[in-house]
């Protein structure tokens, strides 16, 4: 399992966040529990502002998996967010769950200038995150749809890599 520090024998390093223990926001530990099985390295995080931080420091190309709140979907909608993007907008990921989280660490990164050179966000819409509760049924549902959004993702950006290695 890749650390920060050694992010970057990873063509993409993919952060799965969550708690299993408050509902929907298992996604982030079920999908890295999928993915493992498919052979692709993960590292399951909390969430934390730091903790994500640390975990991408060196790493070129992330891959942040997490439940999201938007209010404008209903619960199991697929997402997908650039953080290039003019219009991404962070917030939409469930935070209260990780204390600051998600959108906090990426405003970090900014000022601190530690971004990854790309961030993409890949989450499911979220209904519940009550303590001890299982995946409703519609995120349930979702499930393996995200798992196969991350894994292309991941296998997208190592196209990219590997070409631009072989362009070098």
Not at 77 to 93: C, G, I, K, V, W
Request: aromatic fraction near 4%.
């Amino acid at each position: 399992m890749p650390s920060g520090k050694n992010a970057k024998k990873y063509h993409a390093l993919i952060l799965c966040c969550g708690r299993m223990d408050r509902g929907d926001d298992a996604i982030g530990p079920l999908c890295a529990a999928a993915l493992e099985e498919r052979k692709i390295p993960t590292r399951t995080l909390q969430g934390e502002t730091s903790e994500l931080l640390d975990a991408w420091q060196g790493a070129q190309h992330v891959i942040v998996v997490d439940a999201m709140v938007t209010g404008k979907h209903t619960p199991g909608t697929l997402h997908r967010l650039d953080a290039a993007d003019a219009s991404f907008q962070p917030e939409t990921a469930r935070c209260s769950t990780h204390g600051l989280g998600l959108s906090q660490a990426l405003k970090l990164a900014r000022v601190l200038k530690c971004m990854p050179a790309s961030l993409i966000l890949i989450g499911l819409e979220a209904g519940q995150f009550d303590w001890a509760a299982t995946l409703s049924p519609a995120v349930a549902g979702a499930m393996p749809a995200l798992v196969n959004a991350v894994e292309q993702e991941w296998r997208r950006i190592a196209g990219v890599t590997a070409r631009t290695r072989a362009n070098a």
